[in-house]
């Protein structure tokens, strides 16, 4: 959709930039101490033009020369990279009181995402919203979810056994169902279900779109947002007009059917009914539009991340055959070969723990995650830090040879687990994913599911031969492996697995009736 969109802006815009006086040059200030070092930017462009496509790349290799943490100019905001855990843990965690803010950005409210709680300034309505969000998904919360998590994962597995080509849209339908069923009461029956539809659309936009180049663009250039769209060239404007309307729909057509079911008596637990009830019929319309923006969020945020996490784990299968095989010993010495996977099962299985956080390490489906911002100026190591974005999931340092795909990391000699549970992938401080607690329990019901029904293998060509898989992801706000050509093999027959997930013979159901 973008594809050369900020480069083919560049040149003009530098000029225009310039012209209008949209760049605000960095001046020095000898009444604080200096930027951490960096790369010297050009004028007016900064290091735009020193940056990788995938901007993180950039920003970890720059680690080698100039450290944990570095400044970066991008046109005309200074940007602090935090490139270790420890700074992580020193700034998000041990000044969360300052850094818990976000940046502003012009650009929220033309792609309507000014009511998410990822983008919320740090004050009331943040705490509103991450209020609503920790009733819902605290995690005395979870274990009431397993059930749907469950029954979601076995109809993952049907879906699966009819058509394994299609298995990127069976892992985004495992986790549309999940969130829609927490937070709408919703569950839905086909791939072309209306709720899954919207949303889709909705997300798929916003994260094609928002890439941190394209959000470092538009910032620089406003007006690239007020050019008509009948104008040639005006492809943010279009995508706004565009993402307003899919915003819209995502906000009340979910929350309408919730509420209507509530209406009848007819709604069971989930977000939107357990946050309202606690209105105990005072309609205060504020709280009400927070619980609304709330559940959209859910499914942006924890649906994307969630099959895009599970699509880096089927590639990692593929790619480390002995892996997928060591990990299949592990469920078939824990469950036998009667019965699927039950959440009782997860303290032991360490092995298929460790699978899981080196898919989550290995190639991170956010590795920018949000900029933090300061409420206030801070001075750290020396350096003044105005505001942070972070890229630390190659850090050599603490995973040697990061591109690896080696779970070992995570288990101690003893072949326990140890304790580092991936904090990286779920952000610090007082912006830490809220939901991480049911998204860990949705990527441990999946995975381990997927392993026990089904093994995963290159695809043949027409010569018998292995098709070799030479991995490609995306580059947007969510970041996953580009689809690849695999083989999903059962390790059971139909009728066993049919027993098994309880949903009756497959052959006498069709994939629109799970």
């Not at 000044?95 to 950005?105: A, E, F, L, T, V």
């Not at 274990?143 to 892992?171: E, F, G, I, T």
């Not at 032991?348 to 290995?362: G, I, N, Q």
Request: some cysteine.
């Amino acid at each position: 959709m973008f594809d050369g969109g900020p480069k083919l802006y560049l040149a003009t815009s530098a000029l225009a930039l310039a012209v209008l006086g949209c760049c605000r040059k960095y001046l020095g200030n000898d009444s604080h101490p200096p930027l951490p070092p960096g790369p010297n930017p050009l004028p007016i462009l900064g290091n735009v033009l020193s940056l990788d496509t995938r901007i993180w790349l950039s920003f970890t290799s720059w680690k080698s020369t100039y450290g944990d943490i570095i400044h970066v100019r991008l046109f005309n905001k200074n940007v602090v990279v935090v490139n270790s855990e420890e700074v992580a843990k020193d700034l998000f965690d041990g000044n969360s009181s300052i850094y818990s803010d976000r940046p502003h950005s012009s650009v929220y409210a033309p792609f309507g995402t000014d009511f998410n709680i990822a983008f919320l300034p740090y004050g009331d309505m943040w705490r509103l919203h991450r209020r609503i969000f920790h009733q819902a998904f605290r995690p005395v919360a979870v274990p009431a979810y397993h059930a749907v998590q469950l029954r979601c994962a076995h109809k993952m597995l049907s879906r699966l056994l009819q058509d394994p080509a299609n298995y990127k849209s069976h892992l985004q339908m495992f986790s549309a169902s999940v969130v829609l069923s927490l937070v709408y009461d919703y569950e839905p029956k086909a791939a072309d279900d209306e709720f899954v539809h919207i949303m889709e659309k909705f997300a798929g936009l916003l994260v094609d779109c928002l890439t941190p180049l394209n959000t470092t663009v538009m910032e620089a250039f406003p007006f690239l947002l007020q050019i008509p769209t009948w104008f040639p060239g005006s492809i943010y404007k279009r995508a706004s007009v565009n993402i307003l309307k899919a915003g819209y729909d995502v906000k009340e057509i979910p929350f309408k059917y919730t509420k209507e079911k509530m209406a009848t008596g007819q709604a069971g637990p989930c977000l939107v009914v357990d946050s309202l009830s606690r209105m105990n019929g005072f309609e205060d319309d504020a709280i009400t539009d927070a619980v609304k923006a709330s559940a959209s969020v859910a499914y942006t945020a924890g649906s994307e991340t969630t099959s895009a996490t599970l699509l880096v784990f089927l590639l990692a299968m593929v790619l480390n055959p002995d892996v997928q095989a060591k990990v299949q010993a592990e469920i078939d010495r824990v469950i036998g070969n009667d019965r699927l996977p039950e959440f009782d099962d997860r303290a032991a299985m360490p092995y298929l723990e460790a699978v899981m956080r080196e898919s989550l390490r290995w190639n991170t489906v956010a590795p920018l995650g949000l900029p933090h911002a300061t409420t206030t100026s801070h001075i750290y190591k020396g350096y003044y830090i105005p505001k942070v974005f972070r890229a630390m999931t190659n850090n050599e340092e603490k995973y040697p040879n990061p591109q690896e795909f080696k779970p070992e990391r995570f288990l101690q000699e003893d072949g326990s687990l140890s304790n580092d549970r991936m904090p990286l992938a779920f952000g610090w401080g007082r912006r830490i994913c809220v939901g991480q607690h049911v998204a860990d329990a949705s990527l441990w019901i999946a995975m381990a599911s997927f392993l026990a029904a089904f093994s995963v293998h290159n695809a043949i060509d027409t010569h018998g031969k292995e098709i070799p898989i030479v991995p490609k992801f995306t580059t947007g706000l969510v970041v996953q492996p580009e689809k690849f050509p695999c083989r999903i093999v059962p390790r059971f027959s139909t009728k066993m697995l049919s027993r098994m997930t309880g949903l009756g013979s497959f052959a006498q159901h069709r994939i629109s009736e799970f």
